[in-house]
């Protein structure tokens, strides 16, 4: 079975940056669009930013003008670039690569990589 795995993540001082990176360990098909969501302790998961097939992208308010999300086509693959990171960023962040099936929509989701921005 075809996951997702992330990478990037982990210890950054505020003000900071960190690249994050997915790419499926397999081939998907029908990929529709992908994204990031994040999940802070003791709250919901949360949408960060998405982007789709034709590179349309969308963000949480309160990372737009800091993050850039993008993708690469050909390898299947997206990122999420954090700048000027802040302490309320720290959360454990998930890839998320939505598909169109004969049977419907699919959502593959990563493991989920640890972002810690200490103030």
């Known amino acids: 079975q075809v996951q997702l795995v992330e990478s990037g993540g982990g210890l950054v001082q505020a003000g900071g940056s960190r690249r994050l990176s997915c790419a499926p360990s397999?081939?998907?098909?029908?990929?529709?669009?992908m994204g990031w969501y994040r999940q802070a302790p003791g709250k919901e998961r949360e949408l960060v930013a998405t982007i789709t097939s034709g590179g349309i992208t969308n963000y949480q308010d309160s990372v737009k003008g800091r993050f850039t999300i993008s993708r690469d086509n050909a390898k299947n693959t997206v990122y999420l670039q954090m700048n000027s990171l802040k302490p309320e960023d720290t959360a454990v962040y998930y890839c998320n690569v939505n598909t169109r099936t004969y049977w419907g929509l699919y959502d593959y989701w990563g493991q989920g990589t640890q972002v810690t921005v200490s103030s």
């Open positions: 397999g081939n998907i098909f029908g990929i529709n669009a």
